[in-house]
C-alpha cells in the first residue's frame, strides 16, 4: 500500500513537501517514483530513487526545482518541491513495480495558482 500526503494549493513561487509512506512489501529493496497528472493530460514521470537513494533521476521540467528522498527506515519517500509554477498543478503520484505488477497510491493533489 502507498499512501500520499502533503498536497495543497501554494501560490507561484511557493513550495511544498510531499510524502509516500509504503506498507506490504520490502521498502529498501525497491526503485520508488514519483508520477503526475495534470487536468486533461496523461500521467507523467516526474522523478526516481533507487533503492538506497544511491541515484535519482528528474523529469527535465522538473529538474533543479524538485528533489526526492528516501527514509528506508519510515518507509517514506519524499517529493521537495520549490520554484513551483502553475504548469506544476497535478495530482502527484507515488508508485512502486514490484511482484510483477505496478502499484499506486492515491494520490495527492497540488494546485498552483496566483
Known amino acids: 500500500q502507498l499512501v500520499e500526503s502533503g498536497g495543497g494549493s501554494v501560490q507561484p513561487g511557493g513550495s511544498l513537501r510531499l510524502s509516500c509512506i509504503a506498507s506490504?512489501?520490502?521498502?529498501?529493496?525497491?526503485?520508488m517514483t514519483w508520477y503526475r497528472q495534470a487536468p486533461g493530460k496523461e500521467r507523467a514521470f516526474v522523478a526516481g530513487?533507487?533503492?538506497?537513494?544511491?541515484?535519482?533521476n528528474y523529469a527535465d521540467t522538473v529538474r533543479g526545482r524538485f528533489t526526492i528522498s528516501r527514509d528506508n527506515a519510515k518507509n517514506t519517500v519524499y517529493l521537495e518541491m520549490n520554484d513551483l509554477k502553475p504548469e506544476d498543478t497535478a495530482v502527484y503520484y507515488c508508485?512502486?513495480?514490484?511482484?510483477?505488477?505496478?502499484?499506486w497510491g492515491q494520490g495527492t493533489p497540488v494546485t498552483v495558482s496566483s
Open positions: 508508485r512502486v513495480n514490484y511482484g510483477g505488477r505496478v502499484h
Open positions: 530513487v533507487t533503492s538506497v537513494g544511491e541515484n535519482t
Open positions: 506490504g512489501f520490502t521498502f529498501s529493496n525497491y526503485m
